[in-house]
């Protein structure tokens, strides 16, 4: 019956009736000692199976999720009202059912509830919604918890096992659990030492690359169970989880496998097998009987991932397809869903009603495998908050105490005669007035720290994946598929990298952000939470592969290293203190990031720049927020603001609750500015894709335009799915080929500017030689010219009969000529001597000769003669072998010029010839003679 008293109209479920006849025996294998009380035989397990099998179907029930009792008062109940439900056949094989016709397609059924409410008369909030309650009068506690919420399910035996401590480890608990099957099993659990392996026979059934290596091996792992019971599954796996929670830890609890092994029976269960949902409810309220010296505050939400969308299970279905939930970074590592409908729950019939609104409103469908696949994640989420209570423990010493001032301060609405914690009469729990309501501080309302007693907070995240499936025929379900399939990818890898991080002592980037899931369960996978995986696998042959898959996933996670840290809030976290440190600490934060960002930007693909973008974004609007609030509180504090500051308020088109908190009003404007940027996005994209898509006849249709419009956007989706598969499987290898490739550029390229840094230098040392051999060219050609012109002088004046000719080769008249025709013949000698550039470098490069990329350059300029050489040379014309014949010549000259006598000179002849001889006879200086005299002109 829902809660407006309207009993839901539930559709006929037709099960089908083959019935289950299980080949193997069905036992539960695990070290727990617990276990052993549950240890029932296979022939009993069957029995009991089988008997409920044969009961009559069951009308009015729909879900084969969370339909158990929940307490013992509404078993009786239902049982004396109606038939037991019998439990639904388990599905011989998986395999896919082509040519059942018999069988009814059920529709998908997105976000209809199956109960009578309709969505439109869903009331928007719910007297437990948080925006609603007081903290203080919904605490729970031992005297609170009615006899019927617990009955039943506390196990003394397990209370006293304290050898149970799975949940304490720093590793992952992995199990197995083997789904009952009509047909031979392929796997072979080994009793005592919880693993498995594949039967030999099998083995040719495991095709991939992976499964065949690993095909003969066993599987060990924390338990492998088998059978249909339920309870012993919870003993083991989960319980020490649920008490770790109620402890302080954060603990995670999902289900992993292949569509139809069996995940929704392990978590949720049914009718008569309750799964690891419901029996946690109850031992949370068993653990509260059992702890008389701490009061609670329980607050539940229930979320799925449908198509990398966030939906709010809790929420009016039109309100929460219009305000997708949004996952934003908060301080400490912590991720913020937001808004998410957080409901506060006293008892066990509030988390049943609870779970039944979100179980209606969760996306199941029929697929070839599963006659009600489960189509997205689901995350049930508990948050438990607890503190101690006071000296005698009794309510009404919180009344003597001061009233909880953070809470009430800072919205400034005390409320009406709130005197404390009213402790809910026996009849069950006082629906908390509207009056009642306090800001809920952030994420919900907060237990308030009290004189000096802590306030522990932790979270119970109960999880069933949707299975990971081959392509079906349906076209919406393949689609479903692929994002099933891409976020369960992401999973793995995430897994896989921190394993391996683990295992390596590394810290290799973790793609959390890949995908909806693993950004959710960023903090509890990043260490902090206690986590138990229970992987389901179909023992039949045709999923041998898909089986192997599964548990190398299982193998995977056991090695991620945990860290679980109790969460205690002392007695200084006031709000507005509270919020300050957040700040501080996310300012800090973005600040190591910005910093970060140079270097680290260098690194990142473009997809993890991206990413580091959308922190950073997120990281500064939660620093906004924050400082909003504290503004708000702050006003509050000084009394700026009473109940009649609505004036105040900024004029909104929109129709505004003004009973609202400012936090409350706060996260409605995030949300709605979010819902703002990504229906910019989306209409940007939708731009984009309507610019490229092929152009449509005039005359189209509406229709056919929506039609291909949609087709479009369709495709572009399911592209970006497959893109962000291959970034998933392809960007770590690629990054890695991309910097390798780096790495060999920049040393090819420092090696190059190098060498060009040389070159310059090389090229300025040339150009200095240059310089200097134009210069020496300069002077020898005056020289070689004065010489000429001496020559013929000489000559002219028939001196040259005058000389002896053994002193001297001198020219006859017409005989300096002949000289140079004999020198040019005797090139053999001359070619041996160095040529001038040469000279001229060896002089001028002294010193760094050996560097010189000139004298590098020699050998190769000798052979074949570089431009500069080649160009030197043709201009000179072999002034190098002229120049030294002629200094040659000069020096003899001068010798020449000592015999030579004053009178035969004559004053002017011998002045005019040698520029003036001193007293001893030495050449003073030469006249050089113009142009005209020059009459050698056939030597350049
Ligand atoms: N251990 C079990 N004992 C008895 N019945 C089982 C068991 N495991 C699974 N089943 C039955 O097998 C069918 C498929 O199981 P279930 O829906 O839990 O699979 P699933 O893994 O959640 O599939 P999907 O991923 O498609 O949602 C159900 O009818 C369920 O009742």
């Given amino acids: 019956m829902s809660r407006n008293g309207t009993v839901p109209s539930t559709p006929i479920r037709t099960s089908r009736m083959t019935p289950f006849t299980p080949k193997r025996s069905l036992s539960v294998q695990s070290n727990a000692s617990s276990t052993s009380s549950a240890s029932t035989t296979a022939d009993q397990q069957l029995n009991a199976r089988l008997s409920r099998a044969n009961q009559p179907v069951?009308?009015?029930?729909?879900?084969?999720?969370?339909?158990?009792?929940?307490?013992?008062?509404?078993?009786?109940?239902?049982?004396?009202?109606?038939?037991?439900?019998?439990?639904?056949?388990?599905?011989?094989?998986?395999?896919?059912?082509?040519?059942?016709?018999?069988?009814?397609?059920?529709?998908?059924?997105?976000?209809?509830?199956?109960?009578?409410?309709?969505?439109?008369?869903?009331?928007?909030?719910?007297?437990?919604?948080?925006?609603?309650?007081?903290?203080?009068?919904?605490?729970?506690?031992?005297?609170?918890?009615?006899?019927?919420?617990?009955?039943?399910?506390?196990?003394?035996?397990?209370?006293?096992?304290?050898?149970?401590?799975?949940?304490?480890?720093?590793?992952?608990?992995?199990?197995?659990?083997?789904?009952?099957?009509?047909?031979?099993?392929?796997?072979?659990?080994?009793?005592?030492?919880?693993?498995?392996?594949?039967?030999?026979?099998?083995?040719?059934?495991?095709?991939?690359?992976?499964?065949?290596?690993?095909?003969?091996?066993?599987?060990?792992?924390?338990?492998?169970?088998?059978?249909?019971?339920?309870?012993?599954?919870?003993?083991?796996?989960?319980?020490?989880?649920?008490?770790?929670?109620?402890?302080?830890?954060?603990?995670?609890?999902?289900?992993?496998?292949?569509?139809?092994?069996?995940?929704?029976?392990?978590?949720?269960?049914?009718?008569?097998?309750?799964?690891?949902?419901?029996?946690?409810?109850?031992?949370?309220?068993?653990?509260?009987?059992?702890?008389?010296?701490?009061?609670?505050?329980?607050?539940?939400?229930?979320?799925?991932?449908?198509?990398?969308?966030?939906?709010?299970?809790?929420?009016?279905?039109?309100?929460?397809?219009?305000?997708?939930v949004q996952i934003q970074g908060g301080a400490g590592g912590e991720v913020i869903l937001t808004p998410l409908r957080e409901e506060v729950v006293t008892s066990l019939k509030g988390v049943k009603d609870v779970l039944k609104r979100g179980e209606g409103n969760r996306r199941t469908a029929c697929t070839d495998w599963n006659e009600r696949s489960s189509r997205s994640h689901s995350v049930f989420r508990l948050v438990v908050e607890s503190r101690e209570r006071g000296v005698s423990g009794s309510s009404e010493d919180d009344d003597d105490e001061e009233p909880s001032t953070p809470a009430s301060a800072v919205n400034g609405r005390q409320t009406p005669g709130f005197t404390g914690r009213q402790t809910p009469g026996l009849g069950g729990r006082q629906t908390p007035g509207p009056n009642g309501r306090q800001t809920p501080g952030l994420g919900g309302p907060r237990l308030q720290a009290r004189g000096g007693r802590s306030v522990q907070t932790s979270v119970l995240s109960l999880i069933d994946l949707a299975g990971s499936e081959k392509a079906t025929s349906d076209k919406e379900r393949t689609r479903e598929g692929k994002y099933i399939n891409t976020s369960l990818l992401t999973l793995g890898t995430v897994i896989g990298t921190l394993a391996d991080n683990a295992a390596k002592n590394k810290a290799d980037h973790v793609p959390y952000r890949n995908s909806k899931l693993t950004r959710m369960l960023q903090p509890s996978l990043s260490g902090n939470a206690r986590i138990s995986v229970i992987c389901t696998i179909n023992p039949d042959a045709g999923a041998v592969s898909e089986s192997m898959s599964t548990l190398l996933f299982a193998k995977r996670i056991k090695n991620v290293q945990l860290n679980a840290k109790k969460k205690e809030v002392v007695d200084t976290d006031a709000l507005i203190e509270r919020y300050r440190k957040e700040i501080e600490e996310l300012k800090a934060r973005l600040a190591e990031r910005e910093a970060e960002v140079p270097v680290r930007s260098r690194r990142l693909s473009a997809r993890e720049q991206i990413d580091e973008t959308r922190a950073m974004r997120d990281l500064n609007g939660r620093i906004q927020q924050l400082t909003k609030l504290i503004l708000t509180s702050a006003t509050v504090e000084e009394g700026k603001v009473d109940d009649n500051d609505d004036e105040e308020r900024p004029a909104s088109p929109v129709k505004i609750d003004f009973d609202m908190s400012p936090y409350q009003l706060q996260q409605e404007l995030l949300a709605a500015r979010l819902q703002i940027e990504s229906q910019a996005n989306q209409i940007l994209s939708l731009e984009t894709s309507l610019l490229a898509?092929?152009?449509?006849?005039?005359?189209?249709?509406?229709?056919?335009?929506?039609?291909?419009?949609?087709?479009?956007?369709?495709?572009?989706?399911?592209?970006?799915?497959?893109?962000?598969?291959?970034?998933?499987?392809?960007?770590?290898?690629?990054?890695?080929?991309?910097?390798?490739?780096?790495?060999?550029?920049?040393?090819?390229?420092?090696?190059?500017?190098?060498?060009?840094?040389?070159?310059?230098?090389?090229?300025?040392?040339?150009?200095?030689?240059?310089?200097?051999?134009?210069?020496?060219?300069?002077?020898?050609?005056?020289?070689?010219?004065?010489?000429?012109?001496?020559?013929?002088?000489?000559?002219?004046?028939?001196?040259?009969?005058?000389?002896?000719?053994?002193?001297?080769?001198?020219?006859?008249?017409?005989?300096?000529?002949?000289?140079?025709?004999?020198?040019?013949?005797?090139?053999?000698?001359?070619?041996?001597?160095?040529?001038?550039?040469?000279?001229?470098?060896?002089?001028?490069?002294?010193?760094?000769?050996?560097?010189?990329?000139?004298?590098?350059?020699r050998a190769s300029a000798r052979a074949q003669p570089s431009l500069f050489d080649q160009d030197m040379l043709e201009e000179l014309g072999g002034v190098a072998d002229v120049s030294f014949d002629e200094m040659e010549v000069e020096r003899q000259l001068l010798e020449t010029s000592i015999y030579i006598t004053q009178p035969q000179l004559g004053s002017t002849g011998a002045d005019k010839l040698f520029g003036g001889v001193d007293k001893g006879g030495a050449v003073k200086g030469r006249e050089v003679f113009g142009d005209k005299e020059n009459i050698l002109p056939q030597f350049l």
């Avoid at 149970?164 to 796997?187: C, Q, Y």
């Avoid at 025709?821 to 000279?839: C, G, K, N």
Wanted: glycine share 4%; with cysteine.
């Fill in 58 to 324: 069951l009308l009015n029930s729909t879900h084969k999720k969370y339909k158990a009792p929940l307490s013992v008062e509404s078993r009786s109940k239902s049982a004396s009202l109606k038939p037991r439900t019998p439990l639904t056949p388990v599905p011989g094989t998986p395999t896919k059912k082509d040519g059942t016709p018999s069988r009814p397609r059920t529709p998908n059924t997105p976000r209809s509830r199956s109960g009578a409410e309709s969505p439109y008369l869903m009331p928007s909030t719910s007297e437990m919604d948080v925006s609603n309650v007081d903290p203080e009068q919904v605490l729970v506690d031992s005297q609170t918890v009615e006899a019927g919420d617990v009955s039943g399910e506390i196990d003394e035996a397990w209370l006293k096992a304290a050898e149970l401590n799975h949940g304490k480890e720093d590793k992952v608990m992995v199990s197995i659990r083997i789904r009952p099957s009509d047909s031979t099993s392929a796997w072979i659990p080994t009793p005592g030492t919880n693993s498995l392996k594949l039967d030999p026979s099998f083995s040719k059934h495991a095709t991939s690359s992976s499964s065949s290596t690993s095909s003969n091996l066993p599987f060990n792992f924390d338990a492998v169970l088998t059978g249909t019971l339920n309870k012993p599954v919870y003993t083991t796996v989960a319980r020490s989880h649920v008490q770790a929670a109620m402890e302080g830890y954060n603990a995670v609890i999902f289900a992993y496998g292949q569509t139809a092994s069996g995940k929704t029976f392990t978590l949720s269960g049914d009718e008569s097998e309750p799964g690891i949902i419901p029996r946690a409810m109850r031992d949370v309220f068993g653990f509260i009987k059992r702890t008389p010296e701490r009061e609670y505050l329980l607050r539940c939400s229930y979320l799925e991932i449908y198509n990398e969308t966030v939906i709010d299970l809790l929420a009016p279905p039109m309100m929460a397809k219009a305000n997708q």
């Fill in 693 to 857: 898509r092929p152009p449509l006849p005039a005359d189209a249709s509406e229709n056919e335009k929506d039609k291909l419009i949609a087709e479009q956007t369709k495709t572009i989706r399911e592209l970006e799915i497959v893109i962000r598969g291959y970034e998933e499987n392809l960007g770590e290898p690629l990054r890695k080929v991309k910097e390798d490739v780096e790495k060999e550029w920049i040393e090819k390229l420092e090696e190059e500017q190098k060498k060009s840094e040389k070159s310059e230098k090389w090229a300025d040392e040339l150009v200095k030689a240059l310089e200097k051999e134009k210069k020496a060219r300069q002077t020898l050609e005056e020289e070689r010219r004065a010489l000429a012109t001496f020559v013929t002088r000489f000559d002219s004046l028939g001196l040259g009969q005058s000389i002896p000719p053994t002193k001297l080769k001198m020219p006859t008249p017409g005989g300096a000529m002949a000289t140079y025709t004999e020198r040019r013949q005797s090139r053999s000698f001359s070619a041996r001597l160095p040529r001038i550039s040469d000279v001229t470098i060896t002089r001028d490069m002294t010193g760094n000769s050996e560097s010189s990329p000139m004298r590098l350059d």
